[in-house]
């Protein structure tokens, strides 16, 4: 076990409940959406270095997303597509780290601040083949993925550009 930056817990004393729910579903012909939430209370339990009840590093309470898109469903520009959506990982710990934040490390000695970012998609869809380009961040917000305690903390992509194209066999 390296304590040495509080990156790994090797024991049994952990302990995660919460609940999850998603919800997917086409609301008009061409229009879907998708929505989840999750809260998660992820402690340690049993531990002989880290105290009792701390939370565990990149382990937000609560997560949450929506996301959307929508097809054209007839003439020239059938199969063409939009997306967008919204994706928020936060948490309202009520112990060390204050409203929005999460554990940085084990010890619970530093905070990771919650993000919430925003995505698109334009793609286009015909037959066996789809283009798309996909907009990350679009906000360019600054933001932080995770962490493996205070030497590495791991910072969200900025604004990015992907394209793909696939072929289905």
Known sequence: MDVSNNSCLESDGQSSSGIEFDIAGEILPGWKIIASYAYTDATITKENTFSVD???NNMPRHTASLWT???LQNGG???LGFGGGIFYIGDTHDCVCPLGNRAGDLANTFEVPSYTRVDAAVYYETGNF???LNFK???NIRYFEGTQGRTE???GAPFTVQGTISWEF
């Open 54 to 56: 701390n939370r565990l």
């Open 69 to 71: 898109t929508y097809t």
């Open 77 to 79: 520009l059938k199969g």
């Open 130 to 132: 789809r283009a798309a």
């Open 137 to 139: 961040n679009l906000s």
């Open 153 to 155: 903390v791991q910072p």
